[in-house]
């Protein structure tokens, strides 16, 4: 009996070492998508779909290189609140998908154009200028403030901290998702084995005493 119940636990490993796994993160402004069968077997040249998931509108696609991975810049649809759903094709009828929320993105909006520095003097009127000279001759010329770039409006600053946080965050996001996806390891399999087989024995042991 016990040995029965270890084969047929043992029978759907093969199945069990084909599941394939993905899953994606925000990194800076490209979205990381990496897969694999399992911690030591990615997913080569694997295709991988990316879905809009307001209307399921198929935005993009693309292979996965030697290490499972596949990146791509941030979508207009993510940019303007679309969540996006990343789907991966391992051949052999191996798929799976995963899903970012829209709220992963809020920092990933497209930067404000720097608005053009202004040349000191350059909209006051001439007449207003020669007029403020001649009334004070004698009154010493302020310096002159001179600035040595544009200064960065908030969403700039903003747009530059969430980057410097992605980067930060990107590999903590990226381990958190493997471990969600990190199938059972050879100790919770032995584990229970074990589980099962001691209840097997308890099984018997009762049996044996109506006997």
């Not at 990194?27 to 779909?49: A, H, I, Q, W, Y």
């Not at 879905?51 to 990146?71: A, I, M, P």
């Not at 920092?107 to 154009?113: C, H, I």
Request: with cysteine; proline share 8%.
């Amino acid at each position: 009996m016990p040995l029965l119940l270890l084969a047929a636990l043992l029978l759907p490993a093969p199945a069990q070492a084909h599941r394939v796994n993905i899953f994606a993160w925000l990194e800076g402004d490209s979205v990381m998508v990496e897969c694999g069968f399992n911690r030591s077997s990615p997913v080569k040249n694997g295709l991988v779909t990316v879905f809009d998931v307001t209307d399921g509108k198929e935005l993009l696609r693309g292979h996965t290189d030697d290490n499972g991975r596949f990146s791509f810049p941030v979508p207009a649809a993510a940019r303007a609140g679309h969540g996006l759903r990343m789907q991966i094709a391992a051949g052999e009828g191996h798929q799976n998908d995963w899903t970012m929320d829209a709220s992963e993105f809020s920092g990933a909006a497209a930067p404000t154009a720097s608005p053009l520095e202004k040349v000191d003097g350059a909209d006051r009127p001439q007449g207003a200028a020669d007029s403020a000279t001649a009334a004070a001759p004698s009154a010493p010329a302020a310096p002159a403030l001179t600035r040595t770039g544009p200064s960065a409006t908030p969403d700039e600053v903003r747009a530059i901290v969430n980057a410097a946080l992605d980067a930060k965050l990107g590999p903590i996001r990226r381990d958190l998702a493997a471990q969600v996806n990190a199938g059972p390891s050879l100790r919770d399999i032995i584990g229970g084995i074990g589980w099962i087989l001691g209840l097997a024995g308890i099984g018997l042991y009762f049996k044996g005493r109506r006997g």
